[in-house]
């Protein structure tokens, strides 16, 4: 997993709400005669808005085991914020540090801004895009063995949407395609898909789809969980 959390501008807020927490644990298992799998999820999200100005505080955890043996260790925090000119139009930027056993990411700084534009920003659909340039300063793994330190500017290119049904049902997504500027083979891909259903005003049954693919390490996962989301405005 990664920091496919990054969704600039997808908190609802209302004039009167100023701070969103949310915090999500969810996950998979899966016992047989030949050995247990499972997956742990666990994302912590902190968000103020101040008149044209939004800030976002996000953090994740995925630990995975298969036949005692280690899957995923994958760590994520990251720092943004939006200003925005219109309802419309906004300037985002962010600080985002990972590191990740199954994408073979010792250490990854991402740094950077761009621009984002809200096609659909209502109450129960948006749709959003945005493109900007980050740096990213990385210590991978290219296999058991080898570290690649290196740096590099990338182009960040994110698709967002979120739909709600009834205020019960919300369909959520966010793809994002990381290119470097110079290096042709190597680009980011990070999507993540969830479905909830709300049980009350602060608590809903959540389903999440993650994919993440590090090209340059040639790695990639798929993370199908599901768990409970605590959602708190005020």
Do not use: C
């Not at 209502?122 to 740096?135: F, P, T």
């Not at 809903?204 to 340059?216: E, F, G, V």
């Amino acid at each position: 997993m990664i920091s496919g959390m990054w969704l600039h501008g997808f908190s609802q807020f209302t004039d009167s709400t100023h701070y969103r927490a949310t915090y999500q644990s969810s996950g998979s298992i899966n016992r047989t005669r030949d050995g247990n799998t499972y997956l742990l999820n666990n994302a912590f999200r902190f968000g103020v808005k101040k008149k044209d100005m939004l800030l976002n505080f996000n953090n994740s955890w995925i630990y995975g085991r298969q036949q005692d043996a280690l899957t995923n260790n994958d760590f994520s925090t990251s720092l943004d914020f939006n200003l925005y000119q219109t309802p419309k139009f906004y300037y985002w930027g962010l600080a985002n540090y990972n590191t990740s056993y199954s994408l073979k990411v010792n250490n990854q700084l991402l740094a950077g801004v761009g621009l984002a534009y809200n096609i659909l920003d209502k109450e129960n659909a948006y749709l959003n895009v945005s493109d900007g340039v980050l740096y990213d300063k990385s210590d991978l793994f290219l296999n058991d063995t080898t570290r690649d330190v290196y740096h590099t500017y990338r182009n960040s290119a994110r698709l967002a949407f979120r739909f709600t049904i009834y205020k019960v049902i919300t369909i959520e997504s966010s793809t994002f395609l990381q290119n470097s500027f110079d290096y042709g083979y190597d680009y980011i891909i990070r999507s993540t898909n969830s479905l909830s259903f709300k049980l009350n005003p602060w608590l809903s049954l959540t389903t999440a789809l993650a994919y993440n693919r590090q090209n340059r390490t040639n790695s990639e996962n798929l993370l199908f969980t599901y768990g409970l989301t605590l959602e708190k405005y005020f």
